[in-house]
């Protein structure tokens, strides 16, 4: 089987205001088949780096640009944003581009929900400028991360079949054949093992599985700051699980069914809720069981990790006689939550 070609797609955003839609983004390169790239790490305002940027997006199959309402770092010799200078430059050498341009009903949701600093305040002329090149093309406009998705997958789904795009893995490279052949052993053997996690199968990790059982059980969570009822309401899910203190297996229990990708905590929260669940989940994410997806001043988002989900799948086909009682104790303190 001839492995379809890998396109290097760059990514040129500004950073802050689009941390979330940037990471949906790389997420859909992947899930795609592509590889993303991109210079959010870069210290703006250094020439030698803006030399670095324009080599990456040479070297890059496609480049796209995910537009917001901000214009961004200004490069002091060009007096022009850093995105607006990747932009052009991509026109210049005729790579090909598209972009994802924010609409301005998201806009206002995104002002109303962050406040004005995800506008561009201070150079709005040029931004304007900017934006009117950039809408001079054919763009697609976005109210959610739905819409950047589907305009990855569509559009590198026409880019796949032009055959002056080489992309990393040509169809007439015997050793790039050889190593995705490897992957996709590899990945025929991860399918197995997640299978047999589905099947309930989970004789492969029962030792560790059993572990960190073990760890969960023995971190006891502090739950003397809530008030009475919210505490009686924790015992009672501890005493389902035939524990005397409430801990950190309780805690995964507990937010199991409400943890998915586009879930937040929010940071700056002084909610005690908010401030154990924040606590809880990094000592989840210790253990293997979570991963941090995106990191910001404002929040975290987490989602298990397959690791996790196996965990909870095998704690809940171990403990089968329990799950009503316990399903019962915590749906109790989720109404009076």
Do not use: C
Request: proline share 1%.
């Amino acid at each position: 089987m001839i492995p379809k070609k890998k396109l290097q797609v760059f990514i040129s955003s500004t950073y802050d205001d689009l941390l979330i839609e940037r990471q949906v983004a790389v997420q859909a390169i992947l899930n795609a088949g592509h590889i993303p790239a991109g210079m959010e790490l870069f210290t703006a305002g250094d020439r030698s780096q803006l030399e670095v940027i324009y080599d990456w997006i040479k070297e890059s199959d496609v480049y796209m640009l995910i537009l917001g309402g901000r214009y961004g770092s200004i490069d002091e010799s060009t007096m022009k944003s850093y995105i607006h200078l990747e932009y052009e430059y991509a026109l210049k050498i005729s790579k090909p581009l598209f972009a994802v341009v924010i609409s301005e009903n998201a806009l206002d949701i995104k002002v109303k929900k962050h406040g004005k600093n995800i506008l561009e305040l201070e150079h709005q002329s040029e931004f304007k400028e900017f934006k009117n090149l950039v809408l001079s093309k054919v763009v697609r406009f976005w109210d959610d991360t739905k819409d950047i998705k589907l305009a990855i997958h569509e559009t590198l789904r026409e880019y796949e079949r032009r055959s002056d795009l080489i992309g990393w893995i040509p169809g007439n490279s015997s050793s790039s054949i050889s190593e995705f052949n490897q992957l996709q052993e590899e990945n025929l053997m991860l399918q197995k093992r997640l299978s047999k996690f589905e099947k309930g199968d989970f004789s492969d990790n029962k030792l560790r599985f059993d572990q960190t059982e073990q760890n969960l059980i023995s971190h006891i969570i502090d739950i003397s700051e809530f008030n009475e009822s919210q505490r009686n309401d924790l015992q009672r899910i501890a005493n389902a699980f035939g524990d005397p203190s409430f801990n950190l297996l309780h805690f995964l229990w507990l937010i199991k069914d409400r943890v998915f990708e586009e879930d937040t905590v929010d940071k700056h929260s002084n909610d005690l809720y908010v401030k154990k669940s924040r606590e809880g989940m990094i000592y989840l994410r210790d253990y293997g069981l979570m991963d941090l997806i995106v990191y910001s001043n404002i929040e975290d988002r987490t989602r298990f990790t397959d690791f996790g989900s196996a965990f909870i799948r095998y704690f809940a086909n171990k403990n089968s006689s329990k799950l009503v009682d316990i399903s019962k104790a915590i749906q109790e303190y989720l109404e009076r939550e």
